[in-house]
């Protein structure tokens, strides 16, 4: 791992980390003054059977949060009022809350529909420069994209302990971690607060005795690479003491989409037809960014526990007619359950220009054949021409955003 940079002034800063405040049961109010101090909590289909994927303050209050029950919801806030997911509009707001930030600073980088982090330079760095940005930075959130988009802003001298900070204080916070705020800033948090530690990390430093943060900042490098099991452990080190380690850049691995069916579709044919929906979506995708797939692997989790999978080698391809072929050739002739949800992940994804060109016509002419059909409905509009396994399921599985994936409205769904 290259060395840190020269340490910065104890009282400077580096980054400026930006997180929405409850993003998109905020849209919603933004678009609906009707929702506007009311208990809001957007849900992906409209059954009791789901899980809020939002909820706004109001409905925090009441301890509605992301993942629970929509029955349990209702239980627990009797006004509370359910919104569908409307993803076109999360990304729009998106863009346009990339564009007001970037009218202040330049967006170093996004990390998801909700996050993004900018470098702070020269006299940028200074602590009350800093602070003016950030909250010029809300201003002009509030100002050009709407009111009711909070958000809380973290400054500090690495991206980790920006993102920490933003964390400290929810809603419309903004909270500053400098190197000589370290390390009594952070002492009264615990282990789990920190990004990337989650419940198996958790519990692998709890066996090691590591149960708060004065155990966790006490180990030396060598200790953390060893509580890690890996290198990542002396970034922590690092990062902790508020340095700021380059970091390797990443290379995408996946493309994937799964979806909770709703019940008119739990069957097997239902779950073989969102499959090939499924299907059809990677593959749309992968070629409209330039990559092709080594591998695709199709699962099925049933109602009540129990799962199917299968892992089909490819021929570094993302041609949707040949994935459907293979997809159906290993369908199984019965389910052992009730399909829930379903999913499909495209593997060991490499640039298409670096892969060979396919010999042989047949391949040739699929391979044309699905560049036809993303141009036919980059023209025309979505499912203006598709797979005949998707028929029924056409506009099941719509466009969903991941924690770390923003889908491209200019492609289609």
Same mark, same amino acid.
């Given at each position: +791992?290259?060395?840190?940079?020269?340490?910065?002034?104890?009282?400077?800063?580096?980054?400026?980390?930006? @997180?929405?405040?409850?993003?998109?049961?905020?849209?919603?109010?933004?678009?609906?003054?009707?929702?506007?101090?009311?208990?809001?909590?957007?849900?992906?289909?409209?059954?009791?059977?789901?899980?809020?994927?939002?909820?706004?303050? *109001?409905?925090?209050?009441?301890?509605?949060?992301?993942?629970?029950?929509?029955?349990?919801?209702?239980?627990?806030?009797?006004?509370?009022?359910?919104?569908?997911?409307?993803?076109?509009?999360?990304?729009?707001?998106?863009?346009?809350?990339?564009?007001?930030?970037?009218?202040? &600073?330049?967006?170093?980088?996004?990390?998801?529909? =909700?996050?993004?982090?900018?470098?702070?330079?020269?006299?940028?760095?200074?602590?009350?420069?800093? &602070?003016?940005?950030?909250?010029?930075?809300?201003?002009?959130?509030?100002?050009?994209?709407?009111?009711?988009?909070?958000?809380?802003?973290?400054?500090?001298?690495?991206?980790?302990?920006?993102?920490?900070?933003?964390?400290?204080?929810?809603?419309?916070?903004?909270?500053?971690?400098?190197?000589?705020?370290?390390?009594?800033?952070? /002492?009264?948090?615990?282990?789990?607060? /920190?990004?990337?530690?989650?419940? $198996?990390?958790?519990?692998?430093?709890?066996?090691?005795?590591?149960?708060? +943060?004065?155990?966790?900042?006490? /180990?030396?490098?060598?200790?953390?690479?060893?509580?890690?099991?890996?290198?990542?452990?002396? $970034?922590?080190?690092?990062?902790?003491?508020?340095? @700021?380690?380059? *970091?390797?850049?990443?290379?995408?691995?996946?493309?994937?989409?799964?979806?909770?069916?709703?019940? *008119?579709?739990?069957?097997?044919?239902?779950?073989?037809?969102?499959?090939?929906?499924?299907?059809?979506?990677?593959?749309?995708?992968? $070629?409209?960014?330039?990559? &092709?797939?080594?591998? +695709?692997?199709?699962?099925?989790?049933?109602?009540?526990?129990?799962?199917?999978?299968? @892992?089909?080698?490819?021929?570094?391809?993302?041609?949707?007619?040949?994935?459907?072929?293979?997809?159906?050739?290993?369908?199984?002739?019965?389910?052992?359950?009730?399909?829930?949800?379903?999913?499909?992940?495209?593997?060991? &994804?490499?640039?298409? =220009? /670096?892969?060979?060109?396919?010999?042989?016509?047949?391949?040739?002419?699929?391979?044309?054949?699905? $560049?036809? +059909?993303?141009?036919?409905?980059?023209?025309?509009?979505?499912?203006?021409?598709?797979?005949?396994?998707?028929?029924?399921?056409?506009?099941?599985?719509?466009?969903?955003?991941?924690?770390?994936?923003?889908? @491209?409205? =200019?492609?289609? *769904?």
């Amino acid at each position: +791992m290259p060395a840190p940079p020269p340490a910065l002034p104890e009282s400077h800063f580096t980054t400026l980390f930006l @997180d929405l405040n409850s993003y998109f049961a905020s849209v919603e109010q933004q678009l609906n003054p009707a929702l506007r101090g009311r208990p809001v909590a957007v849900i992906p289909v409209e059954t009791d059977t789901t899980c809020c994927i939002a909820a706004s303050y *109001e409905a925090k209050a009441y301890g509605v949060k992301t993942g629970t029950n929509v029955a349990e919801a209702r239980r627990m806030c009797p006004g509370i009022v359910f919104v569908s997911t409307r993803t076109d509009a999360y990304v729009r707001f998106h863009h346009r809350i990339i564009a007001a930030v970037e009218s202040v &600073l330049p967006v170093h980088q996004v990390f998801s529909i =909700d996050e993004m982090s900018c470098r702070l330079v020269g006299s940028q760095q200074h602590p009350e420069a800093a &602070l003016a940005l950030a909250r010029c930075v809300k201003e002009v959130i509030y100002s050009r994209v709407g009111e009711c988009l909070r958000c809380s802003i973290g400054l500090a001298t690495n991206r980790f302990l920006a993102k920490l900070a933003a964390d400290m204080q929810k809603p419309d916070g903004l909270v500053t971690i400098s190197r000589a705020d370290l390390p009594h800033k952070i /002492l009264g948090l615990v282990p789990r607060d /920190l990004c990337g530690i989650g419940p $198996r990390m958790e519990e692998r430093l709890r066996r090691r005795g590591i149960t708060t +943060m004065a155990h966790l900042l006490a /180990l030396d490098e060598r200790a953390m690479v060893d509580a890690w099991g890996s290198v990542v452990g002396l $970034r922590y080190h690092r990062w902790l003491r508020g340095d @700021d380690p380059q *970091e390797a850049p990443t290379r995408k691995r996946s493309i994937g989409h799964q979806h909770v069916m709703p019940p *008119e579709l739990r069957t097997a044919d239902g779950a073989r037809a969102v499959l090939a929906r499924l299907i059809h979506k990677a593959a749309a995708r992968s $070629r409209h960014v330039g990559w &092709l797939a080594r591998k +695709m692997t199709i699962w099925i989790k049933f109602h009540g526990g129990g799962d199917w999978s299968i @892992d089909i080698p490819l021929e570094s391809s993302v041609d949707t007619l040949e994935l459907i072929h293979l997809f159906t050739d290993r369908w199984p002739p019965t389910l052992s359950g009730v399909p829930h949800c379903v999913g499909v992940t495209l593997h060991d &994804l490499e640039k298409e =220009d /670096l892969i060979p060109l396919p010999l042989f016509p047949q391949e040739q002419k699929r391979q044309k054949l699905a $560049r036809a +059909m993303d141009s036919l409905n980059n023209k025309y509009g979505l499912h203006a021409i598709y797979p005949a396994a998707m028929h029924t399921t056409r506009d099941a599985a719509p466009a969903r955003i991941g924690f770390t994936s923003i889908p @491209d409205l =200019d492609m289609p *769904e």
